[in-house]
């Protein structure tokens, strides 16, 4: 089955400590992104990739880092958690080589960090 | 910043009525998407407009777009229960087609 699967789905943590979520798709897309989504804001980007080892900043990407060792994941590191990284993640693919196409969404992962 | 805003934020109808939301943006875009999420779940692509089209339809789901103005309509007809959700639009940027933005989202409760 064609899928995006995110890693844990529900995560507490305490402030500072390391922690990574994963997300793999297997429909060999190019693109991947991960996305946070907080009430009354919707879905902001906060980091994407177009390839193994190219990434780009979203529109949020302060306090994380990602790499794209491969071509099928994608993990957000969170390298110190703080309070206001508390929000619901999403990683999503696309297949690239046209921008006319349809993203493809994980379940999500709700994190809160105490 | 938010480059899709939905209006209205919410909207509760009654089976059988139709439900339309509007999206504004602010920049020049690809193309533009609408999703939707059942309560903070993964979101589900529904439809997508391309820049140089104006009208659309898919099934009970109907969208427009307006470059000149900026801003697109979906338009649910014969709404049901299922159909209660949130709904977002996305915006590809011409600038790279990597960086999607979405709206607030409008969130629709049909009740039976």
């Known amino acids: 089955e064609a899928q995006v699967t995110q890693n844990p789905r529900y995560l507490i943590t305490v402030t500072g400590k390391k922690l990574t979520v994963t997300c793999s798709q297997n429909m060999n897309h190019e693109y991947m992104s991960w996305y946070r989504q907080d009430p009354g804001l919707g879905l902001r980007q906060i980091y994407y990739s177009m390839n193994v080892e190219v990434t780009d900043k979203g529109d949020v990407p302060e306090g994380y880092k990602v790499s794209r060792k491969e071509k099928r994941n994608f993990p957000l590191i969170l390298e110190s958690p703080s309070p206001n990284q508390t929000s619901l993640y999403f990683c999503?693919?696309?297949?690239?080589?046209?921008?006319?196409?349809?993203?493809?969404f994980g379940q999500g992962t709700r994190l809160t960090v105490v | 910043s938010q480059q899709g805003e939905e209006d209205p934020q919410a909207l509760s109808i009654q089976e059988g009525e139709n439900a339309t939301m509007n999206c504004s943006y602010k920049t020049s875009i690809n193309n533009l998407q609408w999703y939707r999420q059942n309560s903070g779940r993964g979101l589900v692509h529904l439809i997508l407009i391309r820049s140089n089209e104006r009208e659309k339809h898919s099934g009970r789901l109907r969208v427009t777009l307006d470059t000149s103005k900026k801003s697109s309509s979906l338009l649910i007809t014969a709404s049901r229960a299922a159909d209660t959700a949130s709904y977002f639009c996305?915006?590809?940027?011409?600038?790279?087609?990597?960086?999607?933005?979405f709206g607030a989202g409008t969130q629709v409760v049909v009740t039976p």
């Open positions: 999503a693919s696309t297949p690239g080589g046209s921008p006319n196409t349809e993203a493809f």
């Open positions: 996305a915006t590809l940027s011409t600038d790279s087609w990597g960086k999607f933005q």
